[in-house]
């Protein structure tokens, strides 16, 4: 007799059946043991783990000869488990093998042998088969349809931007070049210019989730080639505390919506998220400064605050104003693309930190044609250049600003992994293409 895949049900949902019922189970063995008399499957799917026993000579001599992460179809009774840890388990009654898989794994996913993260990305597809990790993109899943919500909620519209792309927005340094049927191409560094197109063109309010690329020679913690970009704009804005409110409002929905939705997962990966409270604290740049010299590093105007000094300022933040999240505001006009509004020495551009690491940047943009053409000549620019970027701003822009995010980063500060590379699927970085 076959048995009818359409019946399956999932673990979780046997947990919550009756003794006694019939029901017909599909997962992989994660750990078969076959012991004289009786024998165990461990099986998983998606909702967790199950156990299934036998003590049926037939089944047994079956399941003997069944490798760990074959796929299996089962049918059993569920019984009320004798183990300690309690629930149902399945007394099997017959079993098909769909797959079966090959006896050793390169790598152990049972969490049992710690791997490097190296080689866990070697062999990604078999690391992610650990629930630890389907936590992690459910949680990363739930974020993104949070972020959408939101912001649909308050008449954003989403938008996809194209990749390909003629020319760099957040300078030469980290662009991708590429051949374009004789010509040059890039791999899109950020949404800025089309996102500034579309409230040009009377969007009002635009974002996207999306890929980004940047060819950062680094290897740090938080730096990818390829990443997935938050990008967010508005238009008819009074200035940039219109953009912080709306990012500070979305970041306490989003981790209440996490708190409320991925609870089971957040409770696997033992994770724990305050919600900050709000108005997030605007700090000044030129504050930090202060904060910083009370510590003794000597910083002045103009200077950027390195990774390690922008980590001394979040520990001091968070003992004078009791949160992890808070905005640096007012930031000097040298340290921030010409596109963004300035009075000439202090601009409107802000950062978003958590935990000490920046999350996101954003700001007030300049939206004169003028004014932005004598920005990019005073950043050392050709306006010629950038006639594509310019041309909206001739025929009715709108004042306005946003930010960019990476998605990427915010799992990896919200859950607190160790690497932005756990927090992403397949990542790439300067040695990794593959898998
Ligand atoms: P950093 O100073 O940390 O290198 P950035 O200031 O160059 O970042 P922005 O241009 O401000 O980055 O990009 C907006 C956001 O996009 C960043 O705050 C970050 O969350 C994310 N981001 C930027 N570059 C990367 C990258 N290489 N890998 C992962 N995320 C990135
Ligand atoms: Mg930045």
Not at 274 to 288: D, L
């Amino acid at each position: 007799m076959a048995l009818d895949l359409h019946k399956r049900v999932y673990s979780s949902e046997v947990q919550a059946s009756k003794p006694g019922s019939l029901v017909v189970v599909a997962g992989w063995a994660a750990d078969v043991k076959s012991l004289g008399k009786i024998a165990f499957i461990k099986l998983r799917d998606r909702t967790g783990y199950l156990q299934l026993v036998s003590t049926d000579a037939k089944l047994i001599e079956k399941i003997s000869k069944l490798t760990n992460e074959s796929v299996i179809l089962a049918t059993g009774k569920v019984q009320a488990s004798k183990q300690k840890s309690g629930g149902n388990e399945i007394e099997l009654k017959e079993f098909e093998v769909l797959n079966l898989s090959e006896p050793k794994m390169p790598i152990d996913i049972s969490g049992k042998i710690q791997t490097d993260l190296s080689k866990r990305l070697d062999y990604r597809v078999l690391d992610l088969k650990s629930p630890r990790n389907l936590a992690i993109f459910k949680i990363r899943s739930q974020a993104n349809a949070s972020t959408r919500d939101f912001l649909l909620a308050k008449g954003f519209i989403e938008m996809q931007t194209p990749k390909l792309v003629a020319a760099g927005t957040e300078g030469g340094a980290t662009l991708f070049q590429a051949d374009y049927y004789g010509r040059k191409v890039f791999l899109s560094q950020s949404q800025q210019l089309y996102k500034q197109y579309l409230l040009a063109a009377g969007f009002d309010r635009v974002f996207e989730i999306g890929p980004s690329f940047r060819a950062e020679k680094s290897h740090t913690m938080r730096h990818l080639t390829e990443f997935t970009h938050f990008d967010f704009e508005m238009a008819f804005i009074k200035d940039e505390e219109d953009i912080l409110n709306v990012l500070e409002e979305w970041f306490v929905y989003l981790l209440k919506d996490l708190n409320k939705k991925c609870s089971e997962q957040l409770k696997l990966l033992g994770a724990t998220f305050e919600v900050p409270k709000q108005p997030f604290p605007r700090i000044t740049y030129e504050e930090c400064l202060k904060l910083l010299s009370t510590v003794g590093v000597k910083l002045k105007f103009g200077d950027d605050i390195g990774t390690d000094e922008e980590k001394k300022v979040g520990e001091l933040i968070k003992k004078k104003y009791k949160t992890n999240a808070y905005f640096i505001t007012k930031y000097p006009y040298t340290l921030k693309p010409f596109y963004i509004k300035t009075d000439g020495k202090i601009s409107r551009g802000f950062d978003f930190e958590y935990d000490g690491e920046e999350l996101a940047s954003g700001g007030q943009r300049e939206h004169s044609a003028e004014t932005l053409t004598k920005q990019i000549k005073e950043k050392g620019l050709n306006p010629k250049d950038f006639e594509f970027y310019l041309l909206p701003f001739r025929y009715g822009m709108p004042p306005h600003g946003g930010f960019g995010l990476g998605i990427d980063r915010l799992i990896r500060y919200i859950l607190k992994l160790e690497n932005i590379r756990e927090a992403v699927l397949f990542p790439r970085d300067p040695e990794r293409l593959t898998p």
